[in-house]
């Protein structure tokens, strides 16, 4: 045997669980998860690795949408498989009866529960909703292609 | 079957259908749209996820 350098895969399964507090530890008022929610962003938006929390700026309005986005469903756990820790929400992000008439190529999945503090972007190719349904359907959940993975 | 429309719920007899989709390495997206007297009344889209760029966690040689 020999040691090996690396980030234990324990750990990032932890991170993902909110176990570790490596920073100034949020002040929880529950024990339960939180709620995350996503937010549909136009494509003239500016949103990145540099978006630090959700803000109404840049977000898609129109009938039938609320600002804010919808709730993510989080009802699987996160897990690992080999080195890699994953989570990908448990349902698809569904915006029904929506009129979306400028064009939007992002989604914001954010941390409602934590002062809105952005979790990640992910866009998709520009669209438009006149009076129908929006729906985003997460990748499968595995460690190749989960929407969040710390490999 | 009826359809939602901006016009209210119409009969998807009296509409023309079109759909469309793209399929690259990082979605798979369909949306259909019904058009009344060449007016756009409905438009859905379906956006499938397929792949998105991990994050990488490494540990510094010291």
């Known amino acids: 045997m020999a040691n090996s350098q690396a980030m234990c895969t324990s750990f990032k399964v932890e991170i993902l669980g909110g176990v570790h507090a490596i920073g100034t530890p949020p002040t929880r008022a529950t024990t339960a998860k939180d709620v995350f929610k996503a937010a549909l962003f136009l494509a003239s938006a500016s949103l990145g690795a540099g978006t630090t929390a959700y803000s109404t700026s840049g977000e898609v309005s129109g ?89 | 079957m009826k359809v939602q429309t901006t016009l209210g719920e119409m009969d998807e007899a009296d509409l023309v259908k079109k759909t469309g989709e793209i399929e690259n390495d990082h979605e798979h997206t369909r949306w259909v749209e019904y058009y009344h007297r060449d007016l756009l009344v409905h438009r859905s889209v379906h956006v499938h996820l397929k792949e998105v760029p991990a994050i990488f966690g490494e540990t510094e040689k010291f």
Do not use: C, E, H
């Open chain 1, 63 to 151: 009938a039938g949408y609320t600002a804010g986005g919808i709730t993510v469903t989080n009802a699987t756990a996160p897990t690992s498989s080999g080195t890699t820790a994953y989570w990908t929400p448990s349902a698809s992000l569904v915006y029904t009866s929506v009129t979306l008439t400028t064009a939007f190529d992002a989604v914001l999945i954010y941390n409602s529960s934590q002062s809105d503090k952005a979790v990640a972007v992910y866009t998709f190719g520009s669209q438009t909703v006149t009076s129908g349904t929006f729906t985003l359907t997460m990748p499968t959940n595995d460690s190749s292609t989960a929407l969040l993975r710390i490999a």
